[in-house]
């Protein structure tokens, strides 16, 4: 049995429930839970010294990054397939996995932090966010946080971060104009890659901002929460404080955001 070292919240976890819902593989879940920390645990830190989720255990084998996981899922359950027919749409595929990883994960990280998370992150004592940000070990992502944490959607990192987002509504836009799913006509690892960053985005409040000019995108966001893999990836999931976070984003982010978008 597969175990998978998870997150409720964790858009990189969700990739990962996505397609073995998809692909209907059995798994054992065990929750990681990230505002308690958990994720510094010694014990976890030697299966994924990154101190982040997800990692996925089989037997021996311990595969970290979520691209990956979905990678090795493909290769020993292969069917379904979650990879296009032919070599040009596989190619795609592997382009908006790596635009996930690179540039959308940061980025919505960023207006994740500066606002769904920020609140809890503030409540702690001033001792607590010291140690707590100490012990992320990536330095780039330690900064980030910290910026966001401690200047919000004022943050510099924020105007990138809601210039990718931009960028990427627009190119889902001009893909789904052409096929149905991201990478072609059926569903594919792409799909799952991007579907987490889409749903925070709907969860932030911030999805409408796009979602009147983009109606392929929108057609898209609303087939892909009708699938079978949604609920039991995603919602069924969340738990009530999980639900609180994102109930309680400020109601203006919305109109910041845009603010900033529009003046970028
Ligand atoms: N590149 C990694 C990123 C993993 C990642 O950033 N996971 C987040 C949740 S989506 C995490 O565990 N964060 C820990 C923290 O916030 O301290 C992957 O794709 O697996």
New binding site residues.
Partial sequence: MLTLYD?TT????IKVRLALHEKGVQFQSHNID?RAGD?FDPDYLKLNPN????TLVNGEAVIL???VILHYLEDTHPVPSLLPADAYARARMRLWMKRV?DIV?PSIGSLTHATAYRPGFLKLDEESRVERLAK?PDENRRTRFTAVYEQGLEAPVVIGAVKAVNTLMRDMESALAETEFLAGPAYSLADCAVTPYAHRLSDLGLLGLWALDCPNLSRWYGAIRERANFAPAITDYLTEADRALFNNVDAETPGQVKEILDTA
Avoid at 10 to 13: D, G, I, P, T, Y
Avoid at 51 to 54: I, K, L
């Fill in positions: 997150g964790s858009v990189c976890a990230l994720q101190a982040v989720v997800p990054e979520s691209s990883d994960h992320i």
